[in-house]
Nanobody, 112 residues
Framework: QVQLVESGGGLVQPGGSLRLSCAASGFTFSSSTMSWVRRAPGKQREWVATITTLGGGTTYADSVKGRFTISRDNAKNTVNLQMNSLKPEDTAVYYC?????WGQGTQVTVSS
């Protein structure tokens, strides 16, 4: 059974940083491309970043490029999202996922 559990969200001031983590189980993590998406209030889900199986390939939405970094630890079955220089428009519920499976999400709120 695929399980994805996000953590690390919270309230942060504009310009601050947060590190999200996603613990994965129930599938062959090292063989799976992983992604982060987010859903802001009243908006459609937005793709944020993707990382390939060995971590050598990463892609980012233009809205987060240069501020967010996706990484993975195949030994620990985790995928992370380091978020720097956060802006109020980054406020959303963030989800990690693969192959159509998504976790329950973690709330990120950027506000002064």
């Amino acid at each position: 059974q695929v399980q994805l559990v996000e953590s690390g969200g919270g309230l942060v001031q504009p310009g601050g940083s947060l590190r999200l983590s996603c613990a994965a189980s129930g599938f062959t993590f090292s063989s799976s491309t992983m992604s982060w998406v987010r859903r802001a209030p009243g908006k459609q889900r937005e793709w944020v970043a993707t990382i390939t199986t060995l971590g050598g390939g990463t892609t980012y939405a233009d809205s987060v490029k240069g501020r967010f970094t996706i990484s993975r630890d195949n030994a620990k079955n985790t995928v992370n999202l380091q978020m720097n220089s956060l802006k109020p428009e980054d406020t959303a519920v963030y989800y990690c996922g693969m192959g159509g499976y998504w976790g329950q999400g973690t709330q990120v709120t950027v506000s002064s």
